[in-house]
C-alpha cells in the first residue's frame, strides 16, 4: 500500500493492516494448540470492537460485560473452525450481536440510563482554539450520526470498530450489501456523508 | 434542518475512500470517548479463559444495580454481589481484612454440598460449602478473583456441570 504516507494516520495505519491478517491468523492457529498468551492477546485486539456491539445493542455496561465473557469463553469450542482473520473477526461479532438480543431479549429494558449516548453532546464551554475545532468536529458528527436510523447508527458504530482488511467479512455477516471487489460504502454512510456535508457552514452555533 | 438533495448523496455503491476512512476513524473516537471499554475488562477475560473448560455453566450477575460497583479497584466497605445460572444462585459478602487481604463469605442456593475454588492472582483456593450451602474463604489476595463450583458427587447425577462466576476485582 502507501508507505509514502506513513507519517499521516489512516493512512499507516492501513499499511500496517495486511500484516495484522497475518499476525492475528498465527495467533489463531496458536490459540488453538492450546497457547494461552495466543488467545490473550486476540482477546486485548478484538474486545474494544465487541463492546460496541454489544453497547450498540443496546445492552448496560454490565449486562455487555457479561455477554464478552460468554462470548470468548464460546470461542474456544469454536476455535477448530477459525482459519483466518476475517472468520474470526465475523465469528465474534456475529455472536457478540446474538447474545446481546438474547440478554436484552430476558426482560430488559430497551435502553438503559447509561446508554444513552445520544445526551453526550460535547461541552459548549471549550478551552484552546484547538478543543472549539475538535468540538465543532464531534459535534457535527454526532448531530449527524442522530439524525440516521437507528440500524445505520449500530452499523456505523461497529464498522467504525472492525480492522480494515475484515471490513467485507463483517459487513457481508451484518447484511450490509457489498460489491465483488471489497467494501463499498452503504448506504448508512453515504446517508451520513450527506448529512455531514449538508451541515457546513449552516450550524447556527 | 434542511435535507440534501438526494441526488447529491455520495453513492452507496462506491468503494470506501479517504474521506470515509476519516468519518468512520471519527465515529471511532466518539464512541470511545462517549462509551469506552472498562480498561481492565480484557485482563478479566484473559483470566477466564485460562479456564478453558468447556464442561461450564457461566453464572451472570444478578443484580443490575450491583453491576458498576463489581469492577472497581480498591473499594474498602464490604459488599454483597449475587450470581445467577441456570442450576445455581451464589451469593458472596466481601469483607476487607486488616492485612490488606478480602474475606469472602458465600451462600449457595438452593443449598448443597459443593466444592468451590477461587481462582486468585496467587495460588487457586479451594473450600466445601456445608449442607446449609456456606462456604467461606478467610483470607483471598487482592487482585482479579474468579469462583467456580465444581460438580457435586456422583450421588448427585444432574449437578455434572461446573458453575463459574465472570471475573471480579476483590
Request: proline share 7%; with cysteine; net charge negative.
Amino acid at each position: 500500500m502507501d508507505t509514502e504516507g506513513e507519517e499521516h494516520g489512516p493512512v499507516t495505519v492501513r499499511a500496517n493492516q495486511p500484516d495484522r491478517s497475518a499476525r492475528i491468523a498465527s495467533l489463531v492457529s496458536a490459540a488453538r494448540a492450546g497457547d494461552d498468551d495466543a488467545l490473550g492477546q486476540i482477546v486485548t485486539e478484538l474486545s474494544p470492537l465487541l463492546w460496541q456491539v454489544a453497547r450498540a445493542a443496546g445492552l448496560s455496561r454490565g449486562d455487555a460485560e457479561d455477554v464478552l465473557q460468554t462470548v470468548w469463553m464460546r470461542l474456544l469450542s469454536h476455535l477448530d473452525g477459525i482459519r483466518t482473520s476475517m472468520a474470526l473477526t465475523g465469528w465474534l461479532v456475529v455472536t457478540t450481536r446474538r447474545e446481546a438480543w438474547r440478554v436484552r431479549g430476558a426482560g430488559r429494558k430497551l435502553l438503559p440510563a447509561d446508554q444513552d449516548w445520544l445526551s453526550a453532546l460535547p461541552a459548549a464551554e471549550p478551552g484552546s482554539e484547538e478543543q472549539v475545532i475538535m468540538d465543532d468536529q464531534r459535534r457535527a458528527l454526532w448531530t449527524a450520526m442522530r439524525q440516521l436510523p437507528s440500524r445505520c447508527q449500530e452499523l456505523l458504530r461497529i464498522v467504525a470498530f472492525v480492522p480494515r482488511p475484515d471490513y467485507a467479512a463483517v459487513a457481508a455477516e451484518l447484511g450490509i450489501p457489498i460489491g465483488s471487489v471489497g467494501p463499498t460504502r452503504g448506504r448508512c454512510l453515504a446517508k451520513l456523508r450527506a448529512l455531514l456535508a449538508g451541515d457546513q457552514g449552516e450550524n447556527p452555533r | 434542518m434542511t435535507h440534501p438533495d438526494p441526488g447529491d448523496w455520495p453513492s452507496a455503491d462506491a468503494a470506501l475512500d479517504d474521506i470515509d476512512l476519516q468519518t468512520l476513524d471519527g465515529i471511532r473516537e466518539f464512541f470511545q470517548t462517549a462509551d469506552p471499554m472498562p480498561a481492565d475488562l480484557p485482563e478479566r477475560i484473559r483470566f477466564s479463559l485460562a479456564l478453558r473448560d468447556l464442561e461450564i455453566e457461566v453464572a451472570h450477575l444478578a443484580d443490575e444495580e450491583d453491576q458498576a460497583a463489581v469492577p472497581v479497584r480498591g473499594a474498602e466497605h464490604s459488599r454483597t454481589v449475587t450470581f445467577d445460572s441456570a442450576s445455581l444462585t451464589i451469593m458472596i459478602r466481601i469483607d476487607a481484612n486488616a492485612d490488606g487481604t478480602a474475606r469472602v463469605d458465600g451462600w449457595l442456593a438452593p443449598p448443597q454440598r459443593r466444592e468451590i475454588e477461587m481462582k486468585t492472582v496467587a495460588d487457586p483456593l479451594s473450600v466445601t460449602s456445608d449442607e446449609q450451602g456456606r462456604f467461606a474463604f478467610a483470607s483471598v489476595p487482592r487482585g482479579t478473583a474468579q469462583l467456580i463450583v465444581r460438580p457435586a458427587g456422583e450421588r448427585q447425577g444432574e449437578a455434572g456441570r461446573s458453575v463459574v462466576t465472570p471475573a471480579l476485582i476483590l
